[in-house]
């Protein structure tokens, strides 16, 4: 069984940067994709970005291009979320997961383990 935490939410202002961190139990985690996904109150939960097993190749939404890296230490079992440059339209549970196929993805329904989640809130 595959478990992920999340970690470093909070609340922060606009312009503002937080780093949240997807912390995994797997021995295997190594050979996982990543990814993170939002969903803020009465929207669907949305892809944000999503890194390789190695890390070599990453993805991210359009909206958050630029501003969110995601990265991943697999010696800690760790990934990764650094965001910066916040907006208040980036609000919202933020979810790390893992899909054990060979190819990152932006579809949730393609990954097999969830967090529970961690609250981001950006203010104006």
């Known amino acids: 069984q595959v478990h992920l935490r999340e970690s470093g939410g909070g609340s922060v202002q606009a312009g503002g940067s937080m780093r949240l961190s997807c912390i995994f139990s797997a021995r295997i985690f190594r050979t996982y994709v990543v990814g993170w996904f939002r969903q803020a109150p009465g929207k669907e939960r949305e892809f944000v970005a999503t890194?390789?097993?190695?890390?070599?190749?990453?993805y991210y939404a359009d909206p958050v291009k630029g501003r969110f890296t995601i990265s991943r230490d697999n010696a800690k079992n760790t990934v990764y979320l650094q965001m910066n440059s916040l907006k208040p339209e980036d609000t919202g549970l933020y979810y790390c997961?893992?899909?054990?196929?060979?190819?990152?993805?932006?579809?949730?329904?393609?990954?097999?383990?969830w967090g529970q989640g961690t609250q981001v809130t950006v203010s104006s």
């Open positions: 890194i390789t097993s190695l890390g070599s190749t990453t």
């Open positions: 997961a893992a899909n054990t196929g060979p190819s990152a993805t932006i579809w949730a329904n393609d990954y097999d383990y």
